[in-house]
Each structure stands twice: as structure tokens, then as C-alpha cells.
């Protein structure tokens, strides 16, 4: 809609000026300011608007046009918001797809969570956040492939295949000292009983045997995360890159480091120059006893990403990581490509509550809550909608008792409620939103006009939430769209009334963006409550 706005423009200023919201509605729909081109003509800012308001004031697109010193203000016509919904229930949920000005090519990694355990609600608010992102970007048109780092190679899978080994030793009676380092937890007695009823007993009856049981099991854990994804909803990945086959590729890698002049000797150890580009010290890529750091493995993955060719890089990471962030796009400038391409986004923890009190740890993973305890406690679609609700890397502290509330304090009920109260009027009535583009809208209140407008908002909140990584914008949205619905639905009678057709088709276009926008939170927007 902003841009059928703008191009109204172009023929009189060479360009489609910017085109804003007031911040009082009564001045309008819209606002284009018009200083930077009266200054280019050598104009008086209020005497150019005015002007330049007389040439479109005539147009179908507008009730009214109003210039106010350097703005122009413009109240859309009711012809034009009933073309727009008539988009809207022709397109449902298509509307505002491929909307994005630029289009970009984007390769997206988000969960990358080690194969060495269960997924926890720390990856679980990177997974939703990830694949929010995904969704938005992917209906706006850009073309983007989700990838999945599976770090199978290094110190944490030998650990893994150790911690198996020694609580399988453990379950046979035999002899074991447990070392300072191992996994714990109830997954691992679980799943080294898995590993003795399908490899039998000889893996545990030697240490030689840790490594074929590091191999199993990660593998195993990798097939659990897969199935907590799919109980998230996560959208299907399309890449599982494996750091084991990529790190086939490190003396490549270092060689073009050692060429451009990246690495050097001292101690022993090799290190990457990193503090040319920003870090705060040099970091060891190659240790005394000739073993890469975890830094050479994600120098390695990065090459290969950049090679691939996409226009930008989305990495998404735990809090925890930031300290990598320069050390890896140095790396990425001594590698000859341009670190600004990619972006790292960090999501912190999320503390939970249950009636006030902090919510049990999970006695199968130690010291976290998993994702598949939040899931079976409260669903996935409450889960991701609370996910949503802020930045991604500001603490999340929420109380679960607070998703059975079915009233406004509750986010995501309030605005299921809303798509839900649409869908029972139309059941009702036995008739589909499709069914009233027919009707023209000619006598709307101007309630229903500012719900026709907000609606009409999803595709520039769209590119709002993705041009920011921000999807909490669209949760907002939808919360703000929700609750005007249900003011103006307690205030107006809409069956049985010399308006219904026209309100019964206002109310269809609230209720596809609803059920549109919550899809692509990941949500299913409920018919029935």
C-alpha cells in the first residue's frame, strides 16, 4: 500500500519520496515530507506541498489531501482501502509475498547445538528465532537456505563417546573411575543402554570402544534433536553440514591464511593475527602438541560458506559466544572476503517460572530445562509465541502458568481468541471470507477504516521484523491488530444489521492477517476456542 502511495508521486518528483505514518492519526493515513525536494527547486517547503497536493487531490486513492507545512498528509479513500482488501481475500495467505524491495540470496545457520545431549530452552529460543526469521524472509522472497553445523569432530564427541562407555562399564558391574570431565545426566544412562542392546556388550569391555560409541551416539542424539524440532515446529533444514567432513579442508585453509600473512609462531602454538581487525588479542588456531582450536574449525566453515557465493551470511548463537565474533570475521578479511557480509545475532537464555517459582530442571539433562519438557508442559505454539515476544538478545524471564490465562495477559490466547471469534461468525453464517470481494465498501465507521488500515500494515511490518531481525514486530503487531478487533467487536453489532455485508467483510481481512501473520511465527492460528 505505502508504495501504490509513493509511485502516485514519481511522475511530479523524479522518485517515490519516502511515505510515513503520522504520529497522530487524525492528520491521516500517510505523511510524505516534502522538504528535500522543495530545497532541490529552490522552493518555500509549505508552499511546495501545497502545490504538489493540488495535483494529486483529485485521484480515486485519496479522501482527502492536506498539506501542513513541509508534510503532506493523506486520508485514503474508502475505493481504495475496499481494492486492498479485496487483495487481501484474494491472496490470503500469499498476501505481501515477494514484497521485499531488494532481494537477497541468504545463507541462515541457527541451532548448530553440539550432537552431545538433548536440546535445552537456551537452543530453543535460538531454534524459534531462526526459523521465524526463515519463514518471514522466505515470504518476503528472499531466497534463503537454513543450515545446521553439526560439530562432530573434536573433544566434546570424544566426551560423549567416554561418558557412554563409562556408564555402560557401569551397568555391567564393571570396574570405573569416573574423570574430572563427562557428560551427566539421566540421557546418558539411557541412551548406553541403548548402545548395549544394539551393540552388545564388547564396545564397554575396552577403551577402545569409545570411539565407536562417540560415533553412535552421536548420531543417536542428532536423530533426538531432529525429533525436538519437528515437535517445535522447526522448518525442515535444508543443509546438515558435518565439521568432521569440512575440517578435511584445514591445511587448504591454512595455507591461504599462511599466504596472506594471517598466522605466526610463538609459544609453540600458531596464531591468527585477529587484533588486525578488531579483537582484543591474537587467538591460537593450532595448539603445542599440533591439534586445531575450535577457532580453525569455524575458519574452515566460514570458507566454505563464503565460497558459496550468497549475498549475506546470518549466523544466530548463544550469548555465550560473542566473544567469537571478531576473532571469526577476521579470519574471514584474512581469508579475502568482506566480513560485513556477515551478520552474528545472539540469543541469550530464558529463565522460567512456574506459579513464581523457578521451574524444575530436568532430571534427564542435569542442569537444564529441555525443550521437550517446555513443549509437553504448555505446547509448541504457546512456547514459540512467547519466544517472539522480545529481542532475541535480551533476557527472557516468563511464568508458564501465565500461557493458561484466556485473557489479554495472555498474548498468544488473546490473539488466537480474535481469529477464533471471526471464524465462528462465519461458521455461523455458513459463508467464506472469499465470498464477500463482491461487496463494495462504502459506508464504513471510522473504526472499521483504521482496522482496514492496520491490517493492511502486515507486508512493511514484515520487512520491518527481517530488515532488524526483529520478529517480536510482527508479535506486537498482531497483539495491537488483535485488540482493537476485540474493542470494536464488544462496541459493534455486526449479524442482522444494514451494514453486515460490508463488516463481515472487514472482519474476513482482519482474520487473514491474523491467521497469516501467526504462520509465519510459526503459530496455527485456532478455529475453534
Known amino acids: 500500500m505505502k508504495k501504490r502511495v509513493a509511485e502516485i508521486f514519481k511522475p511530479f518528483l523524479g522518485e517515490e519520496p519516502p511515505v510515513n505514518l503520522p504520529k497522530n492519526r487524525e492528520f491521516g493515513h500517510y505523511a510524505i515530507p516534502v522538504f528535500k525536494y522543495a530545497k532541490a527547486r529552490k522552493r518555500n517547503p509549505a508552499e511546495f506541498a501545497r502545490e504538489l497536493g493540488e495535483k494529486v487531490v483529485q485521484r480515486e486513492e485519496f479522501e482527502k489531501v492536506e498539506p501542513v507545512g513541509g508534510f503532506l498528509n493523506l486520508t485514503l479513500s474508502q475505493k481504495f482501502l475496499d481494492q486492498f482488501a479485496n487483495r487481501v481475500l484474494e491472496e490470503g495467505e500469499e498476501f505481501g509475498k515477494g514484497s521485499a524491495p531488494v532481494k537477497e540470496s541468504i545463507l541462515l545457520e541457527y541451532i548448530s547445538a553440539n550432537p552431545t545431549g538433548p536440546l535445552h530452552i537456551g537452543h530453543g529460543r535460538g531454534a524459534v528465532f531462526g526459523d521465524a526469521l526463515l519463514r518471514i524472509g522466505r515470504h518476503l522472497g528472499h531466497k534463503i537456505v537454513a543450515e545446521y553445523y553439526v560439530n562432530d569432530a573434536g573433544r566434546q564427541i570424544y566426551l560423549l563417546g567416554l561418558s557412554l562407555w563409562l556408564a555402560g562399564r557401569e551397568e555391567l558391574g564393571l570396574p570405573v573411575e569416573y574423570p574430572e570431565e563427562y557428560y551427566r545426566g539421566e540421557y546418558i544412562k539411557e541412551l548406553a543402554k541403548g548402545g548395549l542392546k544394539e551393540l552388545g556388550e564388547e564396545p564397554f569391555r575396552n577403551e577402545s570402544g569409545v570411539e565407536q560409541l562417540a560415533e553412535w551416539g552421536k548420531d543417536k542424539m542428532l536423530e533426538e534433536i531432529k525429533r525436538d524440532l519437528e515437535a517445535m515446529g522447526i522448518t525442515p533444514f535444508d543443509n546438515w553440514v558435518s565439521e568432521k567432513e569440512i575440517f578435511t579442508r584445514w591445511e587448504e585453509v591454512r595455507q591461504l591464511l599462511e599466504k596472506a600473512g594471517a598466522l605466526y609462531e610463538k609459544e609453540g602454538k600458531v596464531w591468527l593475527k585477529s587484533t588486525q581487525f578488531g579483537d582484543d588479542k591474537d587467538r591460537v588456531v593450532i595448539r603445542e602438541d599440533g591439534r586445531p582450536t575450535y577457532l580453525a574449525g569455524d575458519i574452515v566453515y566460514h570458507w566454505d560458506k563464503f565460497r558459496r557465493g550468497f549475498d549475506r551470511y546470518i549466523n544466530i548463537w548463544g550469548a555465550d559466544h560473542h566473544g567469537y565474533i571478531a576473532r571469526v570475521k577476521s579470519a574471514i578479511k584474512f581469508l579475502g572476503y568482506d566480513p560485513a557480509k556477515l551478520e552474528i545475532l545472539l540469543a ?45 538478545d535480551t533476557h527472557l524471564e516468563f511464568d508458564i502458568d501465565q500461557l493458561s490465562q484466556q485473557d489479554s495477559s495472555n498474548p498468544a490466547f488473546y490473539i488466537n481468541y480474535a481469529h477464533a471469534r471471526i471464524r465462528s461468525i462465519f461458521r455461523k453464517i455458513g459463508k467464506e471470507y472469499r465470498d464477500f470481494i463482491p461487496v463494495e465498501l462504502n459506508s464504513l465507521g471510522e473504526e472499521e477504516k483504521a482496522l482496514l488500515f492496520s491490517a493492511f500494515q502486515l507486508p512493511y511490518i514484515l520487512e520491518e521484523a527481517f530488515t532488524h531481525r526483529e520478529p517480536h514486530r510482527l508479535t506486537n503487531y498482531l497483539y495491537r491488530l488483535a485488540s482493537d478487533f476485540h474493542s470494536y467487536y ?29 504462520g509465519l511465527l510459526g503459530v496455527t492460528a485456532k478455529e475453534r476456542m
Open 490 to 518: 464488544n462496541r459493534t453489532r455486526i449479524l442482522e444489521t444494514p451494514e453486515e455485508a460490508e463488516r463481515l467483510k472487514v472482519v474476513a481481512v482482519i482474520a487473514t492477517i491474523l491467521k497469516l501473520g501467526l
Open 348 to 392: 541469550q537464555m530464558v529463565k522460567l517460572l512456574k506459579g513464581g517459582e523457578p521451574f524444575k530442571m530436568s532430571k534427564r539433562a542435569g542442569n537444564f530445562i529441555l525443550v521437550r519438557d517446555l513443549v509437553e508442559e504448555v505446547g509448541a505454539d504457546p512456547m514459540r509465541f512467547i519466544f517472539l515476544t522480545k529481542k532475541p
